[in-house]
């Protein structure tokens, strides 16, 4: 069936260099290889949910510069329906990235237009409505995350946040999301509990939202759900290269899979669409960058039926 996915979220262009090691504070590293990549959490999902077989559209803000422009057409490339993109004057957002030899990173955003989107008009409700799932993160401002997300409620629509990047969140946010997805930083800001013990850090989100998938990196996710299911699955195992957008991938491979199977996740769908979720984000750290090493759903199928089994 059809997965149809829009993504209300931020646009920048990821400004990345390489360096033997991350520097500390107050520290300078001699960098290596410099490069521009069009990125922002929401467009990467975006462009991940496209490519692992949904039909998507995107809700979002460049500026006037010549960043606004690459990034609009990095997304139209994509076969994302951009109707939603505004254009406001000054500068488009921008994230300054860091990547060492061990394919960690640093990433500091300057959100620049992505600011702007703080409120949605008629078009952007219909086009909510239409999808399936509707796919949010923290790059925005909060006011056009909660709006989103309370049409996609009234409507019918899935909603998924990616509570990214970390901070508290207000209730009536909460209240409205059907899937939370975050790393084990993020599940420890927005669950209010410090610690590395993932069973204790679903067991306060679950408490907030519904249901919870929580990323681990090469270790792979988990998920819980307020009916008591349970589930961990592992990651494939690689050499990544470059770790930046593979949560990115991650959550746009898992909100098509939603998609795709009328945007359910329970106790007997959660390990197959975590493995696949799973094989997106490791088929994405093979690659060096952020929109460009975005696999497409044959890579991710691949390493799937590879790492779990056809049966899987």
Not at 35 to 59: E, S
Not at 122 to 127: E, K, N, V
Not at 193 to 205: I, Y
Request: contains cysteine; aromatic residues 4%; glycine residues 10%.
């Amino acid at each position: 069936m059809s997965a149809r996915v829009i993504v209300v979220g931020s646009a920048n262009l990821d400004l990345v260099v390489t360096t033997p090691q991350l520097p500390r504070p107050g520290e300078t590293v001699l960098g290596g290889d410099f490069r521009t990549v069009p990125g922002g959490k929401g467009a990467n999902q975006a462009v991940a949910a496209a490519r692992a077989g949904g039909d998507c559209a995107f809700v979002g803000a460049v500026g006037t510069d010549d960043f606004g422009m690459l990034l609009s057409d990095n997304l139209i490339a994509a076969g994302i329906d951009v109707r939603g993109m505004r254009t406001v004057d000054g500068p488009s957002g921008v994230a300054l990235i860091a990547v060492d030899g061990a394919a960690e990173n640093f990433i500091v955003v300057a959100p620049g237009a992505n600011a702007a989107l703080t409120t949605l008009d008629s078009a952007d409700r219909t086009a909510v409505a239409a999808a399936d799932v509707l796919l949010l993160q923290l790059e925005v401002p909060l006011a056009a995350v909660t709006q989103a997300a309370e049409w996609a409620s009234a409507d019918g629509t899935t909603v998924v946040l990616n509570a990214a990047p970390a901070r508290p969140l207000p209730a009536e946010l909460l209240d409205l999301v059907d899937v939370l997805v975050v790393n084990e930083h993020e599940a420890a800001v927005v669950g209010g509990v410090f610690t590395e013990e993932p069973g204790a850090l679903l067991d306060a989100l679950v408490t907030l939202v519904p249901r919870v998938v929580l990323t681990l990196g090469a270790r792979g996710a988990a998920y819980v759900d307020r009916d008591g299911a349970r589930v961990e699955v592992p990651a494939p195992k690689i050499d990544a290269v470059d770790t930046t957008a593979a949560g990115d991938a991650f959550t746009g491979a898992l909100a098509v899979a939603l998609a795709e199977r009328g945007s359910a996740l329970t106790a007997d769908t959660a390990p197959a669409v975590l493995r696949w979720a799973c094989a997106a984000g490791a088929a994405c750290a093979q690659r060096p960058g952020a929109s460009t090493a975005l696999p497409r759903r044959a890579a991710i199928d691949a390493l799937y039926v590879a790492t779990y089994g056809d049966d899987a």
